[in-house]
């Protein structure tokens, strides 16, 4: 198979018995629904593709483009948000249900995994300030990732995205 962004080959990757494909860029395909294996930090897959992943953070440049899918080279792959909490598009094949992941995506739907005890949070919080939660616009796609920023933070954003959906 190939990259969708570059036409480099994607090198194959058994991880716990499941094999993803990866690119040099850190881009990654998972086969039919195996993303879903990988999509929690709390996932033993998950930390370990993401800990390999780190090794490839280039990025492919412009990654706004629609792609076709690496296993159905024919098919042009569908945009659409990972969760019901926006904050990361994935690319999902129609025809296979392959999801391709751009380079720095799975690091962001780790990041937007609320846990129950952050929904709850988010809930109490809502009911308790009447809707008045300090709102930051949520980080664009493209905007790189801060890595110094500390877990509680990076949890209030979460919640704070939640809170702008209405969710
Ligand atoms: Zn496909």
Same mark, same amino acid.
Request: with cysteine; glycine share 8%; proline share 6%.
């Given at each position: 198979?190939?990259?969708?962004?570059?036409?480099?080959?994607?090198?194959?990757?058994?991880?716990?018995?499941?094999?993803?494909?990866?690119?040099?860029?850190?881009?990654?395909?998972?086969?039919?629904?195996?993303?879903?294996?990988?999509?929690?930090?709390?996932?033993?897959?998950?930390?370990?593709?993401?800990?390999?992943?780190?090794?490839?953070?280039?990025?492919?440049?412009?990654?706004?483009? $629609?792609?076709?899918?690496?296993?159905?080279?024919?098919?042009?792959?569908?945009?659409?948000?990972?969760?019901?909490?926006?904050?990361?598009?994935?690319?999902?094949?129609?025809?296979?249900?392959?999801?391709?992941?751009?380079?720095?995506?799975?690091?962001?739907?780790?990041?937007?995994?609320?846990?129950?005890?952050?929904?709850?949070?988010?809930?109490?919080?809502?009911?308790?300030?009447?809707?008045?939660?300090?709102?930051?616009?949520?980080?664009? $796609?493209?905007?790189?990732?801060?890595?110094?920023?500390?877990?509680?933070?990076?949890?209030?954003?979460?919640?704070? $995205?939640?809170?702008?959906?209405?969710?």
């Amino acid at each position: 198979m190939l990259c969708p962004r570059t036409n480099a080959s994607l090198e194959p990757l058994l991880i716990g018995g499941i094999t993803v494909y990866t690119s040099v860029q850190g881009g990654v395909f998972f086969d039919n629904s195996q993303i879903f294996k990988f999509s929690s930090p709390e996932l033993k897959h998950g930390q370990v593709l993401l800990k390999y992943l780190s090794n490839y953070t280039e990025g492919e440049g412009d990654v706004s483009s $629609r792609v076709n899918c690496p296993k159905c080279p024919s098919i042009v792959m569908m945009r659409r948000y990972f969760s019901p909490v926006k904050a990361v598009e994935i690319d999902e094949c129609p025809g296979c249900a392959g999801i391709w992941l751009d380079s720095g995506e799975l690091e962001k739907i780790h990041e937007n995994h609320l846990t129950p005890k952050e929904r709850k949070l988010l809930a109490h919080e809502m009911e308790t300030n009447h809707g008045f939660i300090t709102i930051k616009s949520p980080a664009s $796609r493209f905007t790189p990732t801060n890595k110094n920023k500390s877990a509680h933070e990076a949890t209030v954003e979460n919640l704070v $995205r939640l809170a702008l959906l209405g969710l």
